[in-house]
C-alpha cells in the first residue's frame, strides 16, 4: 500500500487548538458523536487545498490559523511535473521526496499558501493541490443531482486530445464572441462614426482650401506693420538716403569721406599715421556706399499699393477665423490638419474592418462547429465507455439491477446559443430496478443510491486522474443494511491502490478501517476543544458498537467484533491473493 499523506497538521481553526494526525496506508476512517468536530477537520482539509477561506473559521481569541500537511511525492509523476513548472522540485531532493503545503489565515481575512515554504497565488498552489487530494464532500450529491454539472462530470473523465479538443473550443468560442462584440461595438456606434466622418471632412477641406504655410502669420504681421507706417518708413528712407548719397544742393558724407581720405592721401609723405588715416576713411567710403545703394533698393521695395495691404489683411483675417478653430497658430493648424486625416483615415478603416469582421466571424464561426463537432463524438465514446464501468461498479455495491446511461443531446440551435463547452446536454440516466425504465437521475435515485452512484462515479474518476488520496465525507447518506457492507468493501478495494479518508457514522465502513479515528469534544479551562485519537484493539471495536447501538456500547459488542473479524479476513484474503 502506498502512503503518500504523511502527516496533517491543524493548529487555531474552529475548535481545534492543535492536532497533529499521522496517517497509515489504506482506508483511514474517522467516526464521532454529531457534533464533535469531524466536519471541522474535514473544512480544515478544504482550506488546506485552497478552498473557500472565511476569517471566521479562525479559533475564537487568536489571530493566525494554519493547516498543513506532509506529502511524499516520490513517483508520482503528475505532481512532480507540476512543481518542475514551478521550479520548486529542487527542495524534494533535499527532503527524500517529501513536500510539504500550508495554508495561513489571519484574523484580517488574508491568507498565505505555501509550497515547500515559498508562497504562491491562490490560483498557482491549486495547481498542486489538485494533483495531491480529491476531496468528495456533501455538496457532491447536490452536483449529481444537477444536470449542468453532468458535462463536467464526463468531461473529466475524457483523455489527454478530449481536454485538449475542449480547450481549442474555448479558444475558438472566446475568438467568435470577441469578434462579434467588436462588430456589435461597430453597428451600434455607425451613426456616430458616421457623422464623424462629415465632420472631419468638412474641417479638413477648410483647411486644405486655405493652403496654409507654416509661419506665414508672422510674415504677414510684420507686411501688415510696414503698411500701417509706410509714409513714415518712406521718409526716413528717403531723407537717410540723402544724407548719405547728397542731393543737387549739397554733398553726401559719401563724397565729404572721399575728399577727407584725398587731403590725408597728400599729407602720408609726411607721417605714416597720415596714411593710415587715408586708408581708413576709403574704407568707410566704400561701406557708405554699399549703405547708399541698400537705401537705394529700400526705397524701392518700401512701397506698397493698396491692392497688395487689403490682401495681406484679408489673408490675416481668414487665418484668425481659422485659429479660433483649429489652433493659435499656422503650425497648430498643420498638426491639426494632420490628426484630422489620420482620424478620417481610422473612421473609414473602421468600415471597412466591419467587413473584415463579418468574413471572421463566419469562419471563426466554422471553426468552432468543427471543434464542437468533434468534442461531441469524443463524449459520446467516452459515455459508451463511462457507463459499461458505472454498471460494473454498482453491481459491486450490491446493486444488480441497476443500469445505467449517458443521455448526450446535440443541439446546435442559433448562434447565440453556444456555450465554450459545446451545444451539447448531458444528463445521466438511472435505474436501480429491474423493469423500470432509464429515467433521469435527479428524478429517480434515492438517498442510498445516490450515495452509491457517487461512490462508482469517484471511483472511476480515481482510476482515471491518479489523484493518489481521495476523502470522502458522508459518502454513506441514506445506506444501511447489506449496501452499507457493499460500500465498506468497495472503499476496502479502492484503498489496496490510493490512500482513502473517510468520515462515517456507519459501523461496516468503520470496522473496516485500516486506520481508525474517532473525533471528540471536551471543555478545557473553561474552553471547548476537540480532539483527534487514533482507536488501537478493543477502542476501536467498542467504536463500532456505538455506532451499531448508539449509546449503549455493550449491546453491540458481539456484533462489532464479527464486522472487525470479517474486515481482518477480507484484508487478509486480499493480500494473499495479491501476492499469489
Request: glycine share 8%; charged share 25%.
Amino acid at each position: 500500500m502506498i502512503i503518500p499523506l504523511l502527516e496533517l497538521t491543524i493548529k487555531n481553526i474552529a475548535l481545534i487548538e492543535m492536532l497533529t494526525i499521522e496517517w497509515g496506508p489504506g482506508l483511514s476512517v474517522i467516526t464521532g458523536e454529531t457534533g464533535a468536530g469531524k466536519s471541522i477537520i474535514i473544512g480544515a482539509i478544504q482550506f488546506l487545498l485552497g478552498g473557500k477561506s472565511d476569517k471566521d473559521l479562525l479559533r475564537t481569541g487568536t489571530q493566525r490559523g494554519s493547516v498543513s500537511l506532509v506529502y511524499d511525492v516520490r513517483g508520482l509523476g503528475r505532481v512532480i511535473n507540476v512543481l518542475d513548472e514551478l521550479e520548486l522540485s529542487a527542495t524534494l531532493d533535499e527532503n527524500n521526496g517529501l513536500l510539504v503545503l500550508s495554508r495561513e489565515l489571519y484574523a484580517s481575512g488574508r491568507t498565505v499558501c505555501k509550497v515547500a515554504g515559498e508562497a504562491l497565488p491562490l490560483n498557482i498552489y491549486r495547481r498542486v493541490t489538485n494533483q495531491l487530494i480529491e476531496l468528495h464532500g456533501q455538496h457532491g450529491h447536490h452536483a449529481l443531482l444537477s444536470e449542468s454539472s453532468h458535462l463536467m462530470f464526463l468531461d473529466e473523465l475524457g483523455g489527454q486530445r478530449h481536454k485538449d479538443n475542449l480547450a481549442n473550443l474555448s479558444d475558438a468560442h472566446r475568438d467568435m464572441r470577441g469578434k462579434q462584440r467588436e462588430l456589435a461595438r461597430l453597428v451600434t456606434d455607425a451613426k456616430e462614426r458616421a457623422r464623424h466622418i462629415d465632420m472631419y471632412s468638412f474641417q479638413l477641406k477648410e483647411l486644405k482650401d486655405a493652403k496654409i504655410i507654416a509661419g506665414e502669420e508672422t510674415r504677414l504681421e510684420a507686411e501688415s506693420q510696414k503698411a500701417r507706417h509706410q509714409e513714415r518708413i518712406d521718409t526716413a528712407l528717403r531723407r537717410a538716403y540723402a544724407l548719405v548719397a547728397g542731393t543737387e544742393r549739397s554733398s553726401g558724407a559719401m563724397n565729404s569721406l572721399r575728399q577727407a581720405s584725398a587731403l590725408m592721401s597728400s599729407i602720408a609723405s609726411f607721417d605714416e599715421r597720415y596714411g593710415s588715416l587715408a586708408s581708413k576713411l576709403e574704407v568707410s567710403a566704400f561701406e557708405l556706399e554699399d549703405a547708399v545703394r541698400e537705401l537705394d533698393s529700400a526705397r524701392e521695395e518700401a512701397y506698397i499699393d493698396q491692392r497688395a495691404v487689403d490682401m495681406i489683411e484679408a489673408r490675416l483675417e481668414q487665418l484668425s477665423k481659422l485659429g479660433r478653430k483649429y489652433g493659435a497658430t499656422t503650425r497648430e493648424m498643420l498638426e491639426y490638419m494632420a490628426s484630422l486625416e489620420k482620424k478620417l483615415e481610422n473612421a473609414v478603416s473602421v468600415e471597412e474592418r466591419g467587413i473584415e469582421l463579418e468574413a471572421a466571424i463566419s469562419q471563426s464561426e466554422g471553426e468552432y462547429l468543427r471543434i464542437a463537432g468533434l468534442v461531441s463524438q469524443e463524449r459520446r465514446a467516452v459515455a459508451d465507455s463511462f457507463s459499461h464501468e458505472m454498471i460494473s461498479q454498482l453491481r459491486d455495491l450490491s446493486m444488480s439491477a441497476a443500469r445505467f446511461d449517458v443521455s448526450i443531446e446535440s443541439i446546435p440551435g442559433s448562434n447565440g446559443d453556444w456555450a465554450a463547452s459545446g451545444f451539447d446536454k448531458v444528463s445521466f440516466m438511472f435505474s436501480a430496478n429491474e423493469g423500470e425504465p432509464l429515467k433521469p437521475l435527479s428524478q429517480v435515485a434515492s438517498g442510498g443510491e445516490l450515495s452509491r452512484v457517487m461512490l462508482s462515479l469517484k471511483t472511476i474518476e480515481a482510476n482515471k486522474t491518479g489523484v493518489p488520496v481521495l476523502i470522502f465525507d458522508e459518502i454513506d447518506t441514506g445506506i444501511s443494511g447489506r449496501a452499507a457492507q457493499s460500500v465498506a468493501e468497495k472503499l476496502d478495494t479502492i484503498a489496496r491502490y490510493t490512500q482513502v479518508l473517510c468520515v462515517t457514522h456507519l459501523p461496516q465502513i468503520a470496522a473496516m478501517a485500516d486506520n481508525p479515528y474517532s473525533v471528540s469534544k471536551s471543555i478545557v479551562d473553561g474552553k471547548t476543544l476537540t480532539s483527534l485519537r487514533r482507536l488501537d484493539g478493543d477502542a476501536h471495536i467498542e467504536e463500532i458498537a456505538r455506532l451499531i447501538s448508539g449509546a449503549d456500547e455493550g449491546g453491540g459488542i458481539g456484533y462489532a467484533a464479527e464486522l472487525r473479524k470479517a474486515a481482518a479476513a477480507r484484508k487478509s484474503a486480499a493480500m494473499l491473493s495479491s501476492s499469489a
